[in-house]
């Protein structure tokens, strides 16, 4: 059978309408593509008459009405498997980085159901990532859904390289990268930096142990629509498939950088569609939207999705509605605070104002649980000194309240730490802190271990024995 052939109507940016002969009408979701341009459309909306309203994976520029489509009969489909690994692809699966085409044997399309309630499984398991703040305040879950919240310019990105560096190293899984919307110079760093650190092989690609799929920003909004699909259809396809040792399923690392450029782009596309805008001009399918990406971020019975997602927060406000509704699907929140950022303490991640479901006796072990909330109780209680330190000085609290400040203070120091990634601007290497001696450096210090020690050894150290040594240095 023939493939039905329509031809474009009208075109308003990345929204393309072509109309079809009415008894073959593309269904929804369904792949365009233009005879005599190398172009991708993606159905949105059936509007009577034969007529469907598409997206356009890639620019508009150049198209003119009356062009020839033809339907595909599929949603876009993307190349899966081994073929992927040490690969940079766009929202389509085509190749980015001269290294050839992706060889791939299977092909599956970007739309597709979550597992059932059945097939899914919760997973208890600790993911240790070496970073002080997150492992003893916020501690993730492997096949857990993290979220790194944060304004311009306080370390998002960073704050990913580091995890993706110290966990992909540790962690002999599979990773996979998704740029939505981000700029390409850091998509650009972040696979030379995997090809230094050794996780993609340039000599023999089928041993790298990451694929990235781009949608920058300077693509079309319909491509950076797509893209985190693109990515999470490549994750699933290593979690449910079946390895060389006859196994079935993996355990996957899934990095999206940025989500909130996910929402950004449905956005743009949506007053396009003829939607009528809801609050502070979001879609008004913002929660659905969400809620069919982040669905299929999940754990099975035969394999995890580890999801690590930054989420760019417009503004510095919690509140807008794109932060406030991914925060609803997520395990652990690590919020990036500029006021700390401003004190020079990175990663500056906010002690209070981060939350983990994790952190519960019953999963991490009392003593865990215990030095946690302690640190949170001591940051709490400088916090509400603060004002009147502002206004009457130190000289006027109780003896009490001093050594809490002072403890505080070295709390928040030894809550930094350099990173590898960072090196190039702290010229120091990073450090990798195993849990017990971060939970053994805390308890230390809010036990009053630590107190004739000066704050400014525990500042941008490793461990508390690193602390020791350099307050030896200063005295």
Same mark, same amino acid.
């Given at each position: 059978m023939a493939t039905p052939e329509g031809q474009i109507t009208q075109i308003i940016g990345a929204v393309i309408d072509v109309e079809f002969p009415r008894e073959s009408i593309p269904r929804i979701y369904e792949a365009l593509k233009l005879k005599d341009v190398d172009l991708t459309l993606e159905v949105q909306q059936q509007l009577g008459g034969g007529v469907v309203r598409t997206i356009a994976m890639g620019s508009s520029e150049g198209l003119k009405r009356g062009l020839a489509v033809a339907a595909t009969g599929a949603p876009i489909s993307v190349p899966v498997g081994k073929g992927t690994l040490g690969r940079i692809m766009d929202v389509l699966g085509k190749p980015q980085d001269n290294q050839g085409p992706v060889k791939a044997d299977e092909?599956? $399309?970007?739309?597709? $159901?979550? $597992?059932? *309630? !059945? !097939?899914?499984? &919760? &997973?208890?398991? /600790? /993911? @240790?990532? &070496? %970073?002080? @703040? %997150?492992? /003893?305040? @916020?501690? *993730?879950a492997k096949g857990g859904k993290v979220g790194l919240f944060g304004g311009a310019g306080v370390g998002k990105t960073v704050n990913m390289l580091e995890l993706i560096n110290n966990i992909a190293k540790q962690y002999s899984g599979l990773s996979v990268f998704a740029g939505v919307g981000e700029r390409t110079r850091e998509g650009n760093d972040f696979y030379h930096e995997m090809i230094e650190s050794g996780v993609i092989d340039k000599g023999n690609l089928a041993n790298s142990k990451v694929a990235m799929v781009y949608g920058q920003m300077n693509e079309p909004p319909g491509n950076r629509l797509r893209v985190g699909l693109t990515g999470l259809t490549m994750a699933e396809y290593f979690r449910d498939e079946r390895r060389e040792d006859g196994g079935k399923g993996r355990d996957v690392l899934f990095f999206v950088d940025n989500i909130y450029r996910y929402t950004l782009a449905g956005t743009e596309v949506s007053a396009l569609l003829g939607r009528m805008p809801s609050a502070v001009g979001y879609q008004p399918t913002l929660a659905e939207e969400m809620g069919v990406l982040q669905e299929r971020i999940t754990s099975t019975k035969t394999g995890s999705i580890t999801s690590i997602q930054a989420v760019y927060v417009p503004a510095d406000d919690l509140t807008d509605p794109s932060p406030a509704t991914t925060f609803a699907h997520l395990d652990a929140t690590v919020v990036l605070s500029r006021q700390i950022a401003s004190l020079g303490i990175y990663p500056a991640v906010d002690p209070l104002d981060s939350t983990s479901r994790q952190l519960d006796p019953l999963v991490v072990g009392e003593e865990h649980y215990n030095t946690a909330r302690g640190v949170q109780a001591v940051l709490q209680r400088y916090k509400e000194l603060q004002d009147i330190i502002a206004i009457l000085g130190m000289d006027e609290l109780s003896e009490e309240d001093k050594l809490t400040v002072y403890r505080a203070r070295k709390v928040q120091r030894f809550l930094s730490q350099p990173f590898n990634v960072a090196k190039v601007f702290t010229g120091q290497d990073g450090k990798i802190v195993p849990l017990k001696d971060t939970i053994r450096g805390f308890k230390g210090i809010i036990g009053g271990e630590y107190d004739a020690l000066p704050e400014q050894a525990f500042y941008m150290v490793g461990s508390i024995d690193e602390a020791l040594e350099k307050a030896k240095t200063l005295q």
């Amino acid at each position: 059978m023939a493939t039905p052939e329509g031809q474009i109507t009208q075109i308003i940016g990345a929204v393309i309408d072509v109309e079809f002969p009415r008894e073959s009408i593309p269904r929804i979701y369904e792949a365009l593509k233009l005879k005599d341009v190398d172009l991708t459309l993606e159905v949105q909306q059936q509007l009577g008459g034969g007529v469907v309203r598409t997206i356009a994976m890639g620019s508009s520029e150049g198209l003119k009405r009356g062009l020839a489509v033809a339907a595909t009969g599929a949603p876009i489909s993307v190349p899966v498997g081994k073929g992927t690994l040490g690969r940079i692809m766009d929202v389509l699966g085509k190749p980015q980085d001269n290294q050839g085409p992706v060889k791939a044997d299977e092909y599956l $399309p970007i739309h597709r $159901p979550p $597992p059932s *309630f !059945e !097939e899914q499984a &919760g &997973g208890q398991d /600790l /993911l @240790v990532t &070496g %970073i002080k @703040v %997150i492992d /003893l305040l @916020v501690p *993730f879950a492997k096949g857990g859904k993290v979220g790194l919240f944060g304004g311009a310019g306080v370390g998002k990105t960073v704050n990913m390289l580091e995890l993706i560096n110290n966990i992909a190293k540790q962690y002999s899984g599979l990773s996979v990268f998704a740029g939505v919307g981000e700029r390409t110079r850091e998509g650009n760093d972040f696979y030379h930096e995997m090809i230094e650190s050794g996780v993609i092989d340039k000599g023999n690609l089928a041993n790298s142990k990451v694929a990235m799929v781009y949608g920058q920003m300077n693509e079309p909004p319909g491509n950076r629509l797509r893209v985190g699909l693109t990515g999470l259809t490549m994750a699933e396809y290593f979690r449910d498939e079946r390895r060389e040792d006859g196994g079935k399923g993996r355990d996957v690392l899934f990095f999206v950088d940025n989500i909130y450029r996910y929402t950004l782009a449905g956005t743009e596309v949506s007053a396009l569609l003829g939607r009528m805008p809801s609050a502070v001009g979001y879609q008004p399918t913002l929660a659905e939207e969400m809620g069919v990406l982040q669905e299929r971020i999940t754990s099975t019975k035969t394999g995890s999705i580890t999801s690590i997602q930054a989420v760019y927060v417009p503004a510095d406000d919690l509140t807008d509605p794109s932060p406030a509704t991914t925060f609803a699907h997520l395990d652990a929140t690590v919020v990036l605070s500029r006021q700390i950022a401003s004190l020079g303490i990175y990663p500056a991640v906010d002690p209070l104002d981060s939350t983990s479901r994790q952190l519960d006796p019953l999963v991490v072990g009392e003593e865990h649980y215990n030095t946690a909330r302690g640190v949170q109780a001591v940051l709490q209680r400088y916090k509400e000194l603060q004002d009147i330190i502002a206004i009457l000085g130190m000289d006027e609290l109780s003896e009490e309240d001093k050594l809490t400040v002072y403890r505080a203070r070295k709390v928040q120091r030894f809550l930094s730490q350099p990173f590898n990634v960072a090196k190039v601007f702290t010229g120091q290497d990073g450090k990798i802190v195993p849990l017990k001696d971060t939970i053994r450096g805390f308890k230390g210090i809010i036990g009053g271990e630590y107190d004739a020690l000066p704050e400014q050894a525990f500042y941008m150290v490793g461990s508390i024995d690193e602390a020791l040594e350099k307050a030896k240095t200063l005295q």
